[in-house]
């Protein structure tokens, strides 16, 4: 355990010097995610929500520590093929860093090398302090009191643990220091005044009912979905967009200043992950700044397909090596597809995408919302499979009508009277017509609506049911702007967002 704790910390350290996510846990886990099904992917997210990345990290240790414990049992018969293992260990995470899409090179494939190096030293070394002094058997271990070299193994193991804690200290300041520009380019930035103001949100948007989820979600709650175990920190002054591919007349890198100086405009959006079950969490309202993605394309020559442009699909690359797929059709339909820099009023969080990300209302985030975004490429859908349809999700994906409780709970118990049944509802870009409500196979009934920001955010609904002692089962479906009632099919998230009613059952006292 001392070996592999060591091989850890001096990996992590050099890693700092590097880049963070050539670390072996971080390298290793992203491999393991790039190859894990889409239903595994599902389910942890499902079970595990955004603390599905700290699993996946507290699993991998788990792993190596009895991978260490189990070299450590055969370093102790055979010392040389102990310390081997630790070697192969270092190859693994070094295939896996190097094999990332975001690797810069063989020198992500240092840090591993350096830990295993020093790991297997350090098991070699306190292997030997467990041997008996003198001519004895060198390939035997003694058995306690047969001489061996107490008081030699106590001050090898102690440094060895000291060293180790020295460098996961090192490690964690170097890769602090790597990212202080980034924070720094964050911390000085402010956004210019848009030139087209959203408009105030309207009265009654936001109903004042204990339970249900704010019209504006903050950005501290806004859910996170995306693959990165090291949250990217990217220097806004060194950042470039590169823009080309079919149909581009004239490919084109942008810095984050040209970004600033083109008009900016302001818009509340509601964005839905794919990976939301019926009734989730997976979704969030905020108000963003950014610029209309659509008058780029156009300036560059960019026609949809509809107007006789050669690319249907643009392909969003990320720096971490994540690649999305959007229809160039549904970008340039006249929607507010953004290349987002600021969320609710402030530089877009790291964990958002700072310093740019797309964003486009009605299309799922895994077909849209491409976050740390560095490339985009105009292409064809049927000459270029993104990350996630490599993996069996859709090609294309727009939002499902949907509706949820927020109040009452599932399982609670109310008093007898009336008890206010809210929640929210959604259809981005088609927007919410209608929301009703059904008390167990009774009729359905319709809910109140808020007041209509527009049609990309969500609504809020509320209905006050007399509710009478015993079980019951409450069901919303909301019916958007087209005309399209809510399906009662429940599918699961998988290819293309789940459908469903959503129905909580509750106790009357």
């Not at 491999?31 to 099904?37: K, M, N, Q, S, V």
Request: glycine share 12%; net charge positive.
């Amino acid at each position: 355990m001392l070996a592999g704790l060591a091989a850890l910390a001096v990996a992590e350290a050099v890693a700092g010097g590097v880049r963070p996510q050539a670390g072996p846990v971080v390298a290793v886990g992203g491999a393991a995610i790039d190859r894990t099904p889409a239903a595994v992917k599902d389910w942890a997210i499902r079970h595990f929500g955004t603390n599905d990345k700290l699993f996946l990290q507290l699993g991998i240790l788990a792993v190596l520590a009895l991978f260490a414990l189990a070299l450590g049992i055969v370093a102790l018969r055979f010392r040389r093929t102990g310390a081997a293992g630790v070697l192969l260990f270092g190859v693994v995470g070094a295939l896996a860093a190097t094999g990332r899409p975001d690797s810069t090179g063989i020198a992500d494939a240092l840090p591993s090398v350096a830990g295993a190096v020093v790991g297997a030293v350090v098991l070699y070394v306190l292997v030997g302090r467990l041997r008996p002094r003198g001519p004895a058997d060198q390939d035997a271990v003694a058995p306690p009191g047969a001489g061996w070299d107490r008081r030699g193994f106590v001050i090898a193991a102690g440094a060895a643990a000291v060293g180790s804690a020295g460098a996961g200290l090192l490690g964690r300041s170097l890769s602090g220091a790597g990212g202080r520009d980034a924070v720094a380019s964050r911390r000085n930035l402010v956004l210019p005044v848009p030139a087209s103001r959203a408009r105030a949100v309207p009265k009654g948007a936001g109903l004042r009912i204990p339970g249900v989820s704010p019209f504006v979600t903050p950005n501290g709650d806004f859910y996170r979905v995306d693959t990165a175990l090291v949250v990217p920190k990217v220097d806004a002054t060194t950042w470039r967009l590169r823009v080309h591919g079919q149909g581009v007349r004239r490919p084109v890198t942008l810095t984050f200043d040209d970004l600033l100086r083109r008009e900016l405009v302001e818009r509340d959006i509601t964005l839905t992950c794919v990976s939301n079950e019926v009734g989730g969490p997976y979704v969030g309202n905020a108000r963003w700044i950014g610029v209309q993605l659509a008058d780029l394309l156009a300036e560059l020559g960019v026609k949809p397909p509809s107007a006789g442009g050669p690319a249907d699909q643009l392909v969003a690359r990320s720096v971490d090596g994540m690649t999305i797929g959007s229809p160039v059709e549904d970008v340039m339909d006249g929607r507010d597809a953004l290349l987002a820099l600021g969320m609710n009023g402030e530089p877009l969080p790291f964990a958002h995408g700072f310093p740019v990300r797309m964003v486009v209302p009605g299309l799922y985030g895994f077909v849209s919302a491409c976050k740390w975004i560095k490339d985009i490429e105009l292409t064809t859908f049927d000459a270029y499979d993104p990350y996630w349809v490599k993996r069996g999700w859709a090609r294309r994906a727009p939002i499902k009508t949907e509706s949820r409780i927020d109040t009452p709970k599932p399982f609670a118990r109310p008093k007898t009277g009336t008890v206010m049944v809210a929640g929210v509802a959604w259809a981005q870009h088609r927007g919410i017509d209608k929301v009703e409500v059904r008390v167990d196979d009774g009729p359905w009934q319709e809910a109140r609506l808020a007041a209509e920001d527009t049609r990309d955010t969500w609504r809020q609904w509320s209905f006050p049911w007399r509710a009478t002692k015993g079980g019951h089962t409450l069901t919303v479906r909301a019916t958007d702007r087209t005309g399209a009632v809510q399906t009662d099919r429940r599918t699961k998230t998988i290819p293309d967002g789940a459908s469903g009613w959503h129905s909580v059952v509750v106790t009357v006292d």
